[in-house]
């Protein structure tokens, strides 16, 4: 569920600030300020994106570049490779990312549903409209909302937001959703307080993955935080 703002509201440059748009587009100037921009996701082409997407699930990004250099050393960066190269071996290029069996099985579901859907033509998968795409990403096994939203924003370049832990940490804390605020929830939250622009998604998700790795932990760090000026005086 979204929250309302409780006791004294946050203040921005003199001013009071309302939950909501307001609010959000003020924390995304604020981050925008102390960070600059984030040029996020890393990879030189769509296909290279998406398998990115796939690995990073429940690890690290430094263990999934590990994992993607080792695709490219071995020549595997490329679907029709990825399409004829035996499981197990697979699994071990996968390794570094952790979970590498499970991986595995999902970029190959994934490769299987691209080779099926669009003969594994990156172009071609593009021309799907956001809506018909994000459906049938989500109905191959192993991708879920924040995997398929990923692939949508920094493959396709579409407008969709990408939800995650650090964004669900940085708005429970500031109290603009509650915890029990569904991924669909929260989405709509940034898709009705931002401009419909798929940069702005995109540089919004990577700052607010870059403040919870630098403040915004399990632990929280608030001093110093470029959004400790709106914290809420009361809370």
């Excluded at 994000?134 to 924040?146: D, N, T």
């Amino acid at each position: 569920m979204i929250a309302r703002v409780g006791g004294k509201q946050p203040r921005q440059g003199g001013k009071s600030l309302q939950p909501g748009r307001g609010m959000l587009l003020a924390f995304y100037g604020a981050l925008s300020d102390r960070f600059g921009s984030q040029k996020w996701w890393p990879g030189e082409t769509p296909f290279e994106v998406i398998v990115g997407a796939i690995l990073t699930q429940n690890t690290n990004w430094g263990n999934v570049e590990r994992a993607l250099s080792r695709l490219q050393a071995d020549g595997l960066m490329n679907p029709l490779r990825l399409s004829e190269i035996p499981p197990d071996y697979l699994s071990t290029c996968l390794r570094p990312a952790g979970f590498y069996r499970v991986k595995a099985s999902r970029l190959l579901n994934f490769i299987t549903y691209f080779r099926v859907h669009y003969d594994l033509d990156i172009r071609r998968m593009g021309t799907v409209s956001t809506y018909r795409l994000r459906e049938e990403l989500l109905a191959i096994k192993g991708i879920g909302p924040e995997t398929a939203d990923s692939i949508l924003l920094y493959a396709f370049n579409r407008p969709i937001f990408v939800v995650d832990s650090y964004t669900r940490r940085v708005l429970v804390r500031h109290h603009l959703i509650d915890e029990k605020a569904t991924y669909s929830e929260i989405q709509r939250l940034f898709a009705s307080s931002l401009p419909e622009e798929a940069q702005i998604f995109n540089e919004y998700h990577a700052l607010l993955v870059r403040v919870g790795k630098s403040f915004c932990r399990a632990k929280a760090r608030c001093r110093g935080c470029p959004l400790e000026p709106f914290l809420d005086i009361d809370g």
